[in-house]
């Protein structure tokens, strides 16, 4: 069966940065499409960006500050955040499916994905 764990949450003060990854346990990263979602304390789940073949996509509220790639080596895929703000806390996910690559370059977030992994808190506060 195929899973996902997440690692790299952790607190930091606004500005830090953290590195976020989304390892995939039985099948090839490069299969699927991978989403990173995003859920603050009170609020609707988000989508925050998506990588697919060669296509990635970002929210508006991460643009330039968040960076998606894959880590073959490490059948994961990265995501680095930088220059962190006190509304980027929550409980990040990610997600796989194949139906990803049907939407990533698109402007909507779907979350009926196949997989999902447990989530990992990042907090970010002075």
């Known amino acids: 069966q195929v899973h996902l764990v997440e690692s790299g949450g952790g607190q930091v003060q606004p500005g830090g940065s953290l590195r976020l990854s989304c390892v995939v346990h039985r099948q090839a990263v490069v299969y699927y499409g991978i989403a990173w979602f995003r859920q603050a304390p009170g609020k609707e789940r988000e989508g925050i960006s998506c990588?697919?073949?060669?296509?990635?996509r970002y929210a508006d509220s991460v643009k330039g500050r968040f960076t998606i790639s894959r880590d073959t080596a490490k059948n994961a895929v990265i995501l680095q955040m930088n220059d962190l703000k006190p509304e980027d806390t929550g409980v990040y996910f990610c997600?796989?499916?194949?139906?990803?690559?049907?939407?990533?370059?698109?402007?909507?977030?779907?979350?009926?994905?196949?997989?999902w992994g447990p989530g990992t808190q990042v907090t970010v506060s002075s």
């Open positions: 990588i697919s073949d060669d296509r990635r």
């Open positions: 997600a796989a499916d194949v139906q990803i690559s049907n939407w990533c370059s698109g402007d909507v977030w779907y979350e009926d994905n196949r997989y």
